[in-house]
């Protein structure tokens, strides 16, 4: 007997199935036995296997605009406001954490992430989304971010992409890294946090 929701139960447990074996490996006769379902009932839900993973990217980006700082940066608009706090070393280490934090810990990011990274080299449309999502959305919010500081005195003037490279690629590199050693994630966040300290070490303008 069908449970609740069975149609977001189906892509719950295909985006399981995608973030562990990949979208190719994964046949609809796992999808159904991991939901409780016959095939039948599954293709009541979704004409096949490919319309499954379009509804996933549907809601994968519908979660990545509403919850990423990367989708949502606007320097211009925070530069307006008026009750903005000050963007210390310790403030902008705690923006970023909460973000590492969250990237790894909600499920269904942590899982659409991994999907991502095994299908970047069989679906050239996730290949893209996964360069969106993870490289040219994060570059350009922390290159806004490093001209925001520059124009306010608070970094020294530099090349501020391959600035906010210095920054941001590292962090990428220890998200990766806690994908695939969990254990690792207090090592990663004390890594981040003096990274991001350092950074603000030596790009800092020295006032006079």
């Known amino acids: 007997m069908e449970r609740g929701n069975t149609k ?22 796992q999808i159904a036995g991991a939901v409780g379902i016959r095939k039948a009932s ?4 979704f004409e096949n296997k490919q319309a499954i993973l379009d509804a996933l990217v549907k ?17 211009d608009q925070y530069e307006a406001a008026e009750d903005k706090p000050a963007l210390t070393p310790d403030a902008a280490a705690q923006m970023i954490l909460g973000q590492v934090r969250y990237i790894l810990h909600d499920p269904h990011i942590s899982r659409a992430r991994k999907m991502l990274v095994i299908e970047q080299f069989q679906n050239p449309e ?8 993870n490289y040219s959305d994060v570059m350009h919010y922390f290159t806004g971010l490093v001209k925001y ?20 690629l590292p962090v ?12 690792r ?3 990663v966040m004390d890594l981040i946090s003096r990274h991001i300290q350092q950074f603000f070490k030596v790009y800092r303008l020295e006032t006079r």
């Open 8 to 29: 977001q139960e189906i892509l719950e447990a295909s985006l399981e199935l995608f973030s562990v074996q990949g979208f190719e490996a994964t046949s609809i006769s």
């Open 42 to 45: 599954l293709y009541s839900h």
């Open 59 to 75: 809601d994968v980006l519908e979660q990545y605009v509403e919850h990423s700082i990367f989708a949502k940066a606007d320097w």
């Open 126 to 133: 996730l290949a893209k989304l996964q360069t969106k999502q």
């Open 149 to 168: 500081l520059i124009r306010h005195d608070v970094l020294t003037e530099d090349d501020p992409a391959i600035m906010a490279a210095q920054l941001c």
């Open 172 to 183: 990428s590199t220890w998200i990766n890294l806690c994908d695939r050693e969990p254990d």
């Open 185 to 187: 994630e207090a090592e």
